[in-house]
């Protein structure tokens, strides 16, 4: 009963966890300090995730990652839109990711898939961290995004644990790592530090 629960809780925060960011951006009108390349993965991401759950019978893994797919997809329009770039090239890059991800678990197994999924998390999330680190403009990134990124990480986890649920457990577990790097590195440009490269009197983040 307990990992029922669990995994539905994840399931639900999961689901719309990149609401914030979507709605950071409506407000905002900028995606300074945003990732396409997170975005990139993430929608690539959540398809291969869908395809793991049908796989293992797992629909609250499966269906919230339809929605998060969704949402991460307006993003990365958002971001295209904001930057004046091609939409095609970028999609194709999702895609591309969507593929390999399915492939490898249907050919390779669970364990093959979480490596697959591993390396695209920890792309995604080192390029987020990048921009964090060096942009002087964050106005774009959602903190509250950044805090549900690690609640969602911590949680999966704990229900991959009692689930038995070897590639889910391997990739939380240490993509909770990366995204709780993201938001300390995020408080601390907040707080003043200045961006990785340039002088205090050239950073320029507004991040709120």
């Given at each position: 009963?307990?990992?029922?629960?669990?995994?539905?809780?994840?399931?639900?925060?999961?689901?719309?966890?990149?609401?914030?960011?979507?709605?950071?951006?409506l407000r905002s009108r900028s995606s300074d300090g945003c990732s396409l390349v997170l975005w990139q993965l993430s929608v690539g991401g959540?398809?291969?995730?869908?395809?793991?759950?049908?796989?293992?019978?797992?629909?609250?893994?499966?269906?919230?990652?339809?929605?998060?797919?969704?949402?991460?997809?307006?993003?990365?329009?958002?971001?295209?839109?904001?930057?004046?770039?091609?939409?095609?090239?970028?999609?194709?890059?999702?895609?591309?990711?969507?593929?390999?991800?399915?492939?490898t678990d249907l050919v390779l197994g669970p364990v093959a898939f979480a490596v697959v999924a591993f390396a695209s998390g920890?792309?995604?999330?080192?390029?987020?961290?990048?921009?964090?680190?060096?942009?002087?403009?964050?106005?774009?990134?959602?903190?509250?995004?950044?805090?549900?990124?690690?609640?969602?990480?911590?949680?999966?986890?704990?229900?991959?644990?009692?689930?038995?649920?070897?590639?889910?457990?391997?990739?939380?577990?240490?993509?909770?790592?990366?995204?709780?790097?993201?938001?300390?590195?995020?408080?601390?440009?907040?707080?003043?530090?200045?961006?990785?490269?340039?002088?205090?009197?050239?950073?320029?983040?507004?991040?709120?």
């Open positions: 009963m307990l990992v029922l629960v669990l995994g539905w809780v994840a399931a639900a925060i999961g689901m719309l966890s990149a609401t914030p960011q979507l709605l950071r951006l959540a398809v291969s995730w869908t395809g793991h759950g049908v796989l293992v019978g797992s629909a609250n893994m499966a269906f919230p990652n339809v929605v998060l797919g969704a949402l991460a997809l307006a993003i990365v329009l958002m971001i295209c839109a904001d930057r004046g770039l091609r939409r095609l090239p970028v999609l194709a890059v999702s895609a591309g990711i969507a593929a390999v991800g399915l492939t920890v792309v995604g999330v080192g390029a987020q961290l990048r921009e964090i680190a060096t942009g002087t403009a964050l106005e774009g990134i959602s903190a509250p995004y950044l805090v549900i990124a690690v609640a969602m990480q911590l949680l999966w986890g704990s229900w991959a644990l009692l689930a038995q649920e070897v590639s889910t457990l391997l990739v939380a577990s240490a993509m909770g790592v990366f995204c709780l790097l993201n938001l300390i590195w995020f408080l601390l440009r907040r707080a003043g530090v200045p961006a990785l490269g340039r002088p205090r009197p050239d950073d320029l983040t507004l991040a709120a």
